[in-house]
């Protein structure tokens, strides 16, 4: 179990004007989404199906996947841990850093030989199982769907793990689920969690060759999508074409925070990002110390990302949010 995660808000309950520390943003919830829940809520009354197939024959469907090639998850975190366990004590599986800590974890919970990547040109034909965030958390950028494509095609006999769990908030060109699951060694994890902000409900998918995902499935635990999440897949099935958000205002905001920021002067550096979350170093503040003071001075919560392998002590982890919100993170910071 990984400690020091983003949106630790309960530990602040009441002080918190402004998280920056999630990458969920409210604002992409599908509309009539949680009053559907809440009329909904007898369902917990009820065991949920063991395995919730009819919906995910659905989901196939509308990703045009095999009818056998998608598995729904208690979020994308249970995806991650049902494979490092499905592959087994001794699998060799690189990891391209710094990124998301609970691909580390689970593979050492399973007994994996882990080496860290900077890239996947760095790759070697003995790994048989690759781990990908794209794009990236904590860094933002998106690997180019050609590097991707042919890294695999260059190792067949290597499994590409790609989370892409940030794909909504992202207009860069990505492999979709179709293209992963035909390609034969291409494992993709999505969340519904991040893309239609229900992280407390988990809720996510595996898309991935018919026979992966059957391996998965003897072993999984029963009943590890609970009632609520399976009726919120459904209405998400049923209504998500009506979702309306404008991403690409949303992201021109988020590099419009960046610049503010870079421009605060003083050696801070935000390097570049494909999506809405970006890495904040300010040389010589402990990040701990800059998450404390931020709170403090302004209720503003940002991820401390000291922890992300490969990142030095200074590196916060902001979110954009609205224009005003984003503005006095940007004051904050100068003060």
Same mark, same amino acid.
Request: glycine letters at 6%.
């Given at each position: !179990?990984?400690?020091?995660?983003?949106?630790?808000?309960?530990?602040?309950?009441?002080?918190?004007?402004?998280?920056?520390s999630s990458n969920v943003y409210p604002p992409t919830a599908l509309p009539g989404l949680q009053e559907h829940l809440a009329s909904a809520i007898s369902t917990i009354g009820h065991y949920p199906p063991a395995e919730a197939t009819a919906l995910?024959? /659905?989901?196939?469907?509308?990703?045009?996947?095999?009818?056998?090639?998608?598995?729904?998850?208690?979020?994308?975190?249970?995806?991650?841990?049902?494979?490092? +366990?499905? !592959?087994?004590?001794?699998?060799?599986?690189?990891?391209?850093?710094?990124?998301f800590s609970e691909y580390e974890d689970a593979c050492r919970l399973h007994g994996h030989e882990v080496r860290h990547l900077r890239s996947l040109r760095e790759l070697t034909d003995d790994v048989q199982a690759v781990w990908l965030c794209c794009?990236?958390?904590?860094?933002?950028?998106?690997?180019?769907?050609?590097?991707?494509? #042919?890294?695999?095609?260059?190792?067949?006999?290597?499994?590409?793990?790609?989370?892409? &769990?940030? @794909?909504?908030? *992202?207009?860069?060109?990505?492999?979709?689920?179709?293209?992963?699951?035909?390609?034969?060694?291409?494992?993709?994890?999505?969340?519904?969690?991040?893309?239609?902000?229900?992280?407390?409900?988990?809720?996510?998918?595996? @898309?991935?060759? %018919? #026979?992966?995902?059957?391996?998965?499935?003897?072993? /999984? !635990?029963?009943? &590890?999508?609970?009632?609520?999440?399976?009726?919120? *897949?459904?209405?998400?099935?049923?209504?998500?074409?009506?979702?309306?958000?404008? !991403? %690409?205002?949303?992201?021109?905001?988020?590099? =419009?925070?960046? =610049?503010?920021?870079?421009?605060?002067?003083?050696?801070?550096?935000?390097?570049?990002?494909?999506? +809405?979350?970006?890495?904040? /170093?300010?040389?010589? *503040?402990? @990040?701990?110390?800059?998450?404390? =003071?931020?709170?403090?001075?302004?209720?503003?919560?940002? /991820? #401390? #990302? +000291?922890?992300?392998?490969?990142?030095?002590?200074?590196?916060?982890?902001?979110?954009?949010?609205?224009?005003?919100?984003?503005?006095?993170?940007?004051?904050?910071?100068?003060?």
């Amino acid at each position: !179990m990984i400690h020091g995660h983003g949106d630790d808000i309960f530990d602040y309950a009441g002080t918190i004007r402004h998280n920056f520390s999630s990458n969920v943003y409210p604002p992409t919830a599908l509309p009539g989404l949680q009053e559907h829940l809440a009329s909904a809520i007898s369902t917990i009354g009820h065991y949920p199906p063991a395995e919730a197939t009819a919906l995910e024959r /659905r989901l196939a469907q509308r990703l045009q996947c095999p009818q056998g090639g998608v598995l729904l998850t208690n979020g994308a975190t249970e995806a991650i841990y049902l494979l490092a +366990h499905a !592959m087994g004590p001794g699998c060799r599986s690189a990891i391209v850093v710094p990124t998301f800590s609970e691909y580390e974890d689970a593979c050492r919970l399973h007994g994996h030989e882990v080496r860290h990547l900077r890239s996947l040109r760095e790759l070697t034909d003995d790994v048989q199982a690759v781990w990908l965030c794209c794009p990236n958390n904590p860094t933002g950028r998106l690997t180019p769907r050609s590097e991707l494509v #042919a890294a695999a095609f260059s190792h067949p006999h290597t499994v590409f793990i790609v989370d892409q &769990s940030y @794909a909504f908030f *992202c207009l860069g060109d990505q492999l979709r689920p179709r293209e992963g699951a035909l390609m034969g060694n291409v494992v993709m994890l999505h969340s519904m969690t991040k893309r239609y902000a229900i992280p407390g409900l988990r809720l996510g998918f595996v @898309a991935a060759p %018919e #026979a992966l995902v059957d391996t998965l499935r003897r072993y /999984r !635990m029963p009943w &590890s999508v609970n009632a609520l999440a399976v009726e919120a *897949c459904r209405y998400i099935l049923d209504h998500a074409d009506e979702q309306t958000f404008d !991403m %690409e205002a949303y992201l021109h905001e988020a590099q =419009r925070l960046r =610049r503010n920021i870079i421009a605060l002067g003083h050696g801070i550096e935000v390097p570049p990002t494909d999506t +809405h979350f970006m890495l904040v /170093r300010i040389p010589g *503040c402990d @990040a701990l110390m800059v998450k404390r =003071r931020l709170m403090d001075s302004a209720g503003i919560l940002v /991820r #401390a #990302a +000291h922890n992300f392998t490969g990142l030095s002590p200074d590196h916060i982890r902001v979110a954009a949010q609205s224009a005003e919100a984003n503005d006095r993170l940007v004051e904050a910071i100068k003060s």
